[in-house]
């Protein structure tokens, strides 16, 4: 089964809006990690933030983690349709080892001009 | 993008032969991944090396082989292919694995086709 699981799978929102996924999860974690993936093309890692931590910014983006819910939520803001991929969250699992992190399925987002 | 690259980028196939895909890096990382991505099933993870001659499986290894002689290159080999295999393969690469430090990195994937 799936440690990270984001929703909603698909989100249609107009341009300058902001966009909210969320990402649950299902056993405890060092680091939970956002990335994003363009068609046809390889992850980027956007931002992480680590277990002791409840908030961050990067830029646009704003990511929260509440490890009592096993939850986080990835915000961007006034967005464009530049931001149009699928993000993804991925989880690194307290006491997991070299082979790193687990990842969702995503949330494709399509940014309308 | 960091520097990793993967090749070939397509390849078609027919079921029943030997494929091997390669994943090069120039970063000196010492962590590599290869994933494969499906629709419906997200990234999942077939096998890791976490050095030079170390390697293990990850969820969805059966059918797939990996070797790493050098630090930059990771081969992944599916030795007689399945239609199943069909499939877009990742590389990863992870300079650490150490909490706060783990981020990965991947290439541009490589789209294989078995008929």
């Known amino acids: 089964s799936q440690q990270g699981e984001e929703d909603p799978q698909a989100l249609s929102i107009q341009e300058g809006e902001n966009a909210t996924m969320n990402c649950s999860y299902k056993?405890?974690?060092?680091?939970l990690q956002w990335y994003r993936q363009n068609s046809g093309r390889g992850l980027v890692h956007l931002i992480l933030i680590r277990s002791n931590e409840r908030e961050k910014h990067s830029g646009r983006l704003r990511v929260t983690l509440d490890t009592s819910k096993k939850s986080s939520s990835l915000l961007i803001t006034a967005s464009r349709a530049a931001d149009t991929a699928s993000y993804f969250c991925?989880?690194?699992?307290?006491?997991?080892?070299?082979?790193?992190?687990?990842f969702g399925k995503g949330t494709h987002l399509i940014i309308q001009p | 993008d960091a520097g990793i690259t993967q090749s070939p980028r397509h390849k078609v196939t027919e079921t029943g032969t030997p494929v091997t895909l390669r994943c090069h890096q120039t970063?000196?990382?010492?962590?590599m991944y290869w994933y494969r991505q499906d629709p419906g099933h997200g990234l999942r993870l077939i096998h890791y090396s976490y050095g030079v001659k170390d390697t293990d499986k990850g969820e969805v290894s059966d059918g797939y082989s990996v070797s790493r002689s050098k630090t930059e290159d990771f081969l992944l080999t599916l030795e007689s292919a399945t239609s199943s295999q069909t499939s877009v393969y990742f590389c990863?690469?992870?300079?650490?694995?150490?909490?706060?430090?783990?981020?990965?990195?991947f290439g541009p994937g490589t789209r294989l086709t078995v008929l």
């Open positions: 991925a989880t690194d699992i307290r006491g997991g080892g070299a082979d790193g992190l687990t």
């Open positions: 056993t405890s974690i060092n680091n």
């Open positions: 970063e000196n990382h010492r962590y």
């Open positions: 990863a690469i992870s300079e650490s694995i150490k909490r706060g430090n783990n981020e990965q990195f």
